[in-house]
């Protein structure tokens, strides 16, 4: 199983980002994925869910109406849209297999001015 983040840097307040999880070694389109941040000095937080079919979606409320998750099966990639960014969202971003063992190395996404 291998999952690998990309799409993070330094935007600034308001602005949006992108995120990717590329994965493979598994089926991709059996799982359910999520999307995690961990905030320096702060515990690992979930911020995302998505269905294997893509239709179930679930959200932190700090980010509900700015985040959208979305998945790809053809492409076994799951997404992180973030809009309207705030400096409370400056964190590492995982993607990981559902509630599994499974996660990746992380993406940085800082909001500053």
């Known amino acids: 199983v291998l999952l690998v983040e990309s799409g993070g840097g330094l935007v600034q307040p308001g602005g949006s980002l992108r995120l990717s999880c590329a994965a493979s070694?598994?089926?991709?389109?059996?799982?359910?994925m999520t999307w995690y941040r961990q905030a320096p000095g702060k515990e690992r937080e979930l911020v995302a869910r998505?269905?294997?079919?893509?239709?179930?979606?679930n959200y932190a409320d700090s980010v509900k109406g700015r985040f959208t998750i979305s998945r790809d099966n053809a492409k076994n990639t799951v997404y992180l849209q973030m809009n309207n960014l705030k400096a409370e969202d400056t964190a590492v971003y995982y993607c990981r297999r559902g509630g599994s063992e499974y996660w990746g190395q992380g993406t940085q996404v800082t909001v500053s001015s």
């Open positions: 070694g598994f089926t991709f389109s059996s799982y359910f």
């Open positions: 998505i269905s294997n079919a893509g239709i179930i979606t």
